[in-house]
C-alpha cells in the first residue's frame, strides 16, 4: 500500500492544490513537486493541524480519535464498519 508521499505523487496539480486549499494554505504552486511540497509543511505544523483538527465535526474527531488510539493504522474494513465509507476528494 502506498504510503502519504507516494500517494501524492499521482494526483494531479488541480487536485494538490485543492488539498492545499481544504488545509487553508494559499498557494500558487507552479508544479506537482511543489505542491507536495506545500502540502507536507501544513500537514507538518502543528498549530495548524491542531486548528484544522478543532474545526472537524464531532465524528470526524471521533473517527480521528480512533485512529490515532490504534497507533495511526486502523484496517480500512474496520474504519469503514465503524465510521461509514470516505468518500474520495474531486469530481
Known amino acids: 500500500m502506498p504510503d502519504f ?5 499521482a494526483q494531479d496539480l ?11 494554505v494559499e498557494v500558487a504552486a507552479p ?3 511543489t505542491a507536495i511540497r506545500n502540502l507536507f509543511e501544513a500537514v507538518l505544523d502543528e ?5 484544522v483538527c478543532a474545526a472537524l465535526p464531532e465524528e470526524s474527531r471521533v473517527a480521528l480519535a480512533a485512529v490515532q488510539s490504534a497507533g495511526g ?3 480500512w474494513s474496520q474504519f469503514a464498519r465503524r465510521f461509514g465509507e470516505v468518500r ?3 469530481p
Open 73 to 75: 493504522r486502523l484496517p
Open 31 to 33: 508544479d506537482v513537486k
Open 47 to 51: 498549530e495548524l493541524v491542531a486548528e
Open 14 to 24: 488541480e487536485h494538490l492544490r485543492a488539498m492545499i486549499e481544504l488545509w487553508g
Open 5 to 9: 508521499a507516494q500517494s501524492l505523487q
Open 88 to 90: 474520495e476528494m474531486g
